[in-house]
């Protein structure tokens, strides 16, 4: 039974001192035992005999000699079953402390002065402090940039009132800071949910027991929803694969702003444009294909336009381009640079001139206002014209 | 309720501190000053405590709550109205809760008032042990959202808690600066009130 | 020392004697409102009082003034469970010298008592 715990375990104990009281205990009891047993034997074979007239036979007193020795022995043998107990409490030990080293959790325990007692093996592994270095340390001593008042009274709480404590992700972000390996997003250390709970010892001594769960992935995922919740809320205002608006945004938008242009009496003009021969490409090369160039083509448009201009994705190869601020003249302008730029660039994954468009221009002016439908209806009819006439051109009302 | 005179008076005096205790530990969490009214306290059976809070049966309340056992045995239960507890957190919460999604929102709200009813109780109850010298060990916090019936049901079944009497505390509090007030209701319940004054009235009668 | 102690409380005052030091040094007179109060300031002229905040008619800091215009000498606790930043400043600026802490122990009322020797 002795060889279950190894000769370095016994000696770490008896370092310890854990044998001590136990030791001492059988030593005196041995002691005290040998002595009375001593005395006894004397009393009765020297005193109290003689002055009986019983006879002891020789085997009588070797019985008796047997048994007092027998008694003489037994704290040698309390100390063997103390060896034993010894023995299934190093396995309990080593069980629990395989069991706080098992878990997924950070576990370390603390005093009220915030020296560690104990470090476990997650943490280790997270922080890089061994749980030789941590131990007997404090808290602001292993961590340079602690900053966590939170923790401090909820470990004092927790000790004085042997109250446990929660300390959450949601209103405390984190009590160690522990950098990550791999930044999520916008964090840099890792989110943390914790709490704290008192334990006492048989010295009536109470330490606060702080549990650390890594809650960094569900935090960045809650997160991560919450933004693409945002953006698909402004995805309904837009075409997913140009990035221009859609055409939903483009009449609630269109109305508020002709009334503006009536108020600052402003010039607004319209151009409508549409690539030539779309569904040719489309056929041709596949949907791929046309999907990037009318991505391309979208982005050439945006270029030209500036940022108080609205660009709408009207329909399969349609768009329009709300120009304010400018005239005729100025609208003109623009659709020529376009048609220009349109030309010579190579959208991809086409060649220089493989794409071309048509453009048709209409105005809204103070001296001849017309209805958001007019406007559109007039651009739509000289892009007609511009296709009517061989493409690859600007049409203008006259 | 048999209660004489100085008994009633002791369970005053212990809702004015442990209320008290309660709103200075909100005035450092909110960085605010914390006005609160002077509490109402009754005693009242277990089974009668819904009726006793006059809250109407409909409203949803956040309740946190934490056991105790020891020399007293019985819970602390610290309410808010759904409405007051939500400002709670989202002032404490700030900016970013703007950002979270409806099932994030109820669960960002349910970690934070578990936290803030954590911190209230543990002081709350220190005020048991240090006025009554009950020493008392706590459990972790429970948290629930419902009607009043729906919360008292619940902890009835964790408790086997109809013939115990309950405490109810009652207070309306102001946070000044961020402008917000709530009521809050303290309610313990506990095995006998008699054995938790017992400490008490050996040390004064002890004069 | 003579010791008087306003408090509407009778367990708080109770309280209070039991934790006081029973050294024979310190004389302790309760009142339980403000002309009780004063009525004991007179008669038995205190070097210490100790006021509860929250009493029903008058908060302790306005109890202090009251018995300030008495023209007394001794020095003003103020004994509160309420211990937010605010009012403890408003406590001391309005010229109580500590303020003690409820609920009251043995070691708090010693200290206290140190203190104001």
């Known amino acids: 039974m002795l060889n279950s715990l190894n000769a370095r375990e016994y000696t770490q104990r008896w370092k310890s001192g854990l044998f001590r009281t136990p030791l001492r205990i059988v030593v005196a009891v041995g002691i005290v035992v040998f002595t009375v047993e ?11 005999l003689p002055l009986t007239s019983i006879t002891v036979t020789d085997r009588i007193w070797s019985i008796v000699d047997a048994v007092m020795l027998v008694v003489l022995v037994s704290p ?10 010894q023995r299934d ?7 629990f402390a395989n069991l706080t080293d098992t878990l997924m959790i950070g576990v370390l325990l603390v005093d009220t002065d915030l020296r560690v007692h104990r470090w476990n093996q997650w943490l280790e592994r997270k922080t890089g402090i061994s749980s030789q270095q941590a131990c007997g340390k404090l808290l602001t001593e292993l961590f340079a940039d602690f900053n966590s008042p939170r ?4 470990i004092e709480l927790c000790i004085k009132h042997k109250s446990p404590q929660l300390i959450s992700q949601t209103l405390n972000r984190y009590v160690l800071p522990i950098p990550l390996v791999s930044p999520m997003h916008d964090l840099k250390l890792m989110q943390q949910q914790v709490s704290v709970s008192p334990l006492t010892n048989s010295r009536g001594e109470t330490l606060a027991a702080i549990s650390i769960n890594d809650v960094t992935e569900s935090v960045a995922k809650s997160s991560a929803l919450a933004r693409l919740a945002a953006k698909m809320e402004s995805q ?3 075409d997913q694969l140009t990035g221009a608006y859609n055409r939903h945004f483009l009449w609630s938008w269109l109305a508020p702003q002709l009334r503006q242009s009536v108020r600052h009496s402003q010039a607004l003009s319209c151009l409508m444009l549409d690539i030539d021969h779309f569904k040719r490409i489309n056929d041709t090369y596949g949907h791929d294909v046309g999907d990037a160039v009318l991505r391309g083509f979208a982005e050439i448009l945006h270029e030209q336009m500036r940022d108080s201009d609205i660009l ?13 601020h400018a005239d005729a003249a100025v609208a003109l302008e623009i659709a020529s640079r376009i048609l220009e730029r349109v030309r010579t660039t190579a959208i991809a994954p ?4 493989d794409v071309r468009c048509s453009i048709g221009v209409s105005s809204w002016m103070p001296e001849v206002p017309c209805s958001a439908e007019e406007l559109l209806k007039e651009a739509d009819r000289r892009l007609y014209h511009a296709k009517h006439n061989g493409r690859d051109q600007v049409a203008m009302g006259q | 309720m048999e209660l004489d005179e100085l008994d009633r008076d002791a369970l005053r005096e212990l809702a004015n501190v442990g209320l008290s205790r309660a709103a200075t530990q909100l005035s450092e969490l909110l960085n605010d000053h914390i006005e609160m009214t002077v509490p109402l306290v009754q005693v009242v059976p277990y089974g009668q405590v819904t009726q006793a809070l006059q809250l109407d049966s409909h409203a949803t309340v956040a309740a946190v709550w934490q056991s105790f056992s020891g020399q007293s045995e019985g819970t602390s239960m610290l309410m808010f109205p759904s409405e007051d507890s939500k400002r709670l957190v989202h002032a404490l919460v700030g900016p970013s809760v703007q950002e979270a999604g409806e099932d994030d929102l109820r669960g960002i709200e349910h970690e934070a ?5 954590n911190i209230i109780i543990t002081s709350g109850m220190s005020v048991i042990a240090d006025m009554l010298g009950q020493e008392v060990q706590m459990s972790l916090p429970g948290y629930m959202e419902g009607t009043l019936p729906d919360i008292m049901a619940q902890r009835s079944r964790d408790n086997a808690g109809l013939d115990m009497q309950a405490i109810i505390m009652f207070t309306h509090l102001k946070a000044v600066q961020r402008e917000i007030e709530g009521r809050m209701v303290m309610l313990m319940s506990v095995d006998s009130v008699q054995v938790l004054f017992d400490r008490l009235h050996k040390l004064l009668r002890g004069l | 020392m003579k010791i008087l102690i306003v408090d509407d409380s009778m367990t708080s005052r109770m309280l209070f004697k039991v934790y006081m030091p029973k050294d024979g040094e310190h004389e302790l007179v309760e009142a339980a409102n403000l002309p009780d109060a004063l009525e004991k300031m007179r008669e038995v002229q205190p070097d210490l009082v100790i006021l509860d905040y929250n009493m029903p008619e008058h908060n302790g800091v306005e109890m202090a003034q009251a018995m300030l215009g008495e023209g007394s000498k001794a020095k003003f606790v103020l004994l509160t469970a309420n211990t937010q930043r605010t009012v403890v400043d408003s406590a001391l600026a309005a010229g109580f010298i500590q303020v003690l802490e409820k609920p009251v122990n043995a070691a708090k009322i010693a200290a206290l008592l140190a203190q104001v020797a």
Do not use: P
């Open chain 1, 38 to 48: 001593f005395l006894l034997m004397t009393l009765l074979h020297d005193v109290i």
């Open chain 1, 76 to 85: 040698a043998l309390y100390f063997l079953v103390f060896l034993r107990m």
């Open chain 1, 89 to 95: 409490f190093a396995e309990l030990t080593r069980l």
């Open chain 1, 151 to 154: 923790l401090l009274s909820a």
């Open chain 1, 236 to 238: 309904s205002n837009r």
């Open chain 1, 312 to 324: 709408v994705r009207y329909g399969g190869e349609e768009f329009v381009a709300l120009l304010t």
């Open chain 1, 350 to 353: 086409l060649d220089v001139g």
């Open chain 2, 113 to 117: 008032m578990m936290e803030i009813g």
